[in-house]
């Protein structure tokens, strides 16, 4: 009788407990009464609320979501921006015109901002190709005994890109270290090799590159605008 007793005690003071904490109004659990929430119930309502805080999760994500990088952002009222030709830092030809145009050409398809001349700008996107690499990500072995030649290679790009206000030059955005990276195939026949197969192909990834950073760039640069 006496563990009985203690049972019920403890069952009495639990029951007063949750009630007291608002526990059977909420409706997480089934009133002993019968008065409150049943088991059904609670289970659709916890249902709902968990579908309720995924919906205002995926609003939050797809309005509030801010990419890395430096400064405010593009102020209200921006309208007119230049994009000059990159500086290239690189032994390879032409990056800084190719990467310029790419993020022009970004600009003029997409969002009311006009791209002009430098001194008719606003705002001046200032570029930098840093580096240019590239490594061996699948081989295939040849006739020749030992040797096996690459089929793949990941090339990979990096810019230093700032936006800034043309008459003070303060910073209105920057990524200093804006990094991509792309597979592309060097040889389909490694008994046969034909190097301006690799070269196109490199030439094909590099424009591809070009247009991916570029819209990254343009969508970064107004997330917050």
């Not at 205002?56 to 979501?65: E, H, I, P, Q, T």
């Not at 015109?97 to 970004?106: G, K, P």
């Not at 197969?197 to 950073?213: T, V």
Request: proline content about 5%.
């Amino acid at each position: 009788m006496n563990g009985i007793w203690k049972s019920w005690t403890r069952s009495k003071f639990l029951s007063r407990f949750l009630r007291t904490n608002g526990m059977y109004r909420l409706g997480l659990l089934p009133s002993s009464s019968g008065t409150g929430v049943g088991m059904p119930a609670m289970v659709a309502r916890n249902l709902k609320v968990m579908l309720i805080i995924s919906a205002l999760s995926l609003c939050l994500a797809s309005c509030g979501y801010h990419f890395s990088g430096e400064g405010p952002g593009p102020k209200p009222g921006l309208v007119n921006i230049a994009i000059p030709v990159f500086d290239n830092k690189t032994a390879e030809p032409d990056l800084g015109a190719i990467f310029a145009a790419a993020l022009r050409q970004e600009f003029m398809q997409r969002g009311k901002m006009k791209v002009v001349p430098v001194e008719d700008a606003q705002a001046v996107f200032v570029g930098t190709v840093r580096t240019i690499s590239a490594y061996a990500v699948a081989r295939q072995a040849v006739n020749v005994v030992s040797e096996r030649l690459a089929v793949e290679n990941r090339m990979f790009v990096t810019l230093d890109i700032r936006c800034e206000e043309a008459k003070t030059h303060k910073i209105l955005w920057r990524d200093p270290a804006f990094t991509y990276s792309k597979v592309y195939q060097v040889n389909n026949n490694p008994n046969q090799p034909n190097p301006i197969i690799g070269f196109e192909n490199r030439e094909a990834a590099l424009h591809y590159m070009a247009r991916e950073m570029s819209e990254r760039i343009h969508d970064r640069f107004l997330s917050n605008f």
